[in-house]
């Protein structure tokens, strides 16, 4: 029995492994989703009954967790094509960055952070992106106040956007030009740029004023 545990950690360590990359690289918050969760559960103890299978050529015990593996990587693909949606803004002017510059900081191992960035590329803004290992004194200095945080910072002239802040906010933002220090977003969101999925609530973005004092700015 212990060989057919440890045969199943082999089978179903590379999955874990790949997901974890994806959310490194490729910005799928899988663990987000409670759906994708059940199903790793599962294809994870059908392993587990199939090595065992395998390993006393019982063939119950191979059939039956087979086809609820089927089952699993074929709901796996319908639910990975319907949440891993990809950011459409709804913007006044698509391109209304344009010739204007951002400074986006993040840690190095950050995807979701370089997929904002590219949410801001095709708006038409210039990304330069900072990677450090220190992003919490990047917050300190533009006062960003605790449960205000996210996984990156971006300056744009003289305004700062907290994480994942939809483009329409930025947009109102830089058209509106309030007296205020700038914008954010808590947490990482899915369905913002850079987050893919469904959006599943309204974004609640905030406005921070001088003092690092959060106020409600814009639902979208």
Known sequence: MQKTYFLGAILFAPSIILAH????????????EPMTVVAI??????????????????????????????????TGLVSFGQNNLTYEPDLA??????????????????????????ALEAAGFDVTIEETNDLNAIKQSRNIPLGGESCHTSVIGDYVVEGHVPLEAIEKLLAEQPDITGIGLPGMPIGTPGMPGKKTAPYEVYQLSADGEMSPYLTI
């Open 41 to 74: 559960l599962l294809a994870a103890l059908a392993i587990s009954v199939l090595s065992y299978g395998f390993v006393t050529k019982r063939k119950n015990f191979i059939t039956i967790p087979a086809i609820a593996l089927v089952a699993v990587a074929v």
């Open 93 to 118: 002017v698509a391109n209304f960055g344009e010739g204007q510059s951002v400074t986006l900081y993040k840690s190095p191992n950050c995807g979701c952070c370089s997929g904002h960035a590219a």
């Open 21 to 32: 990359e994806e959310e490194l690289h490729i910005t799928t918050a899988w663990y987000q």
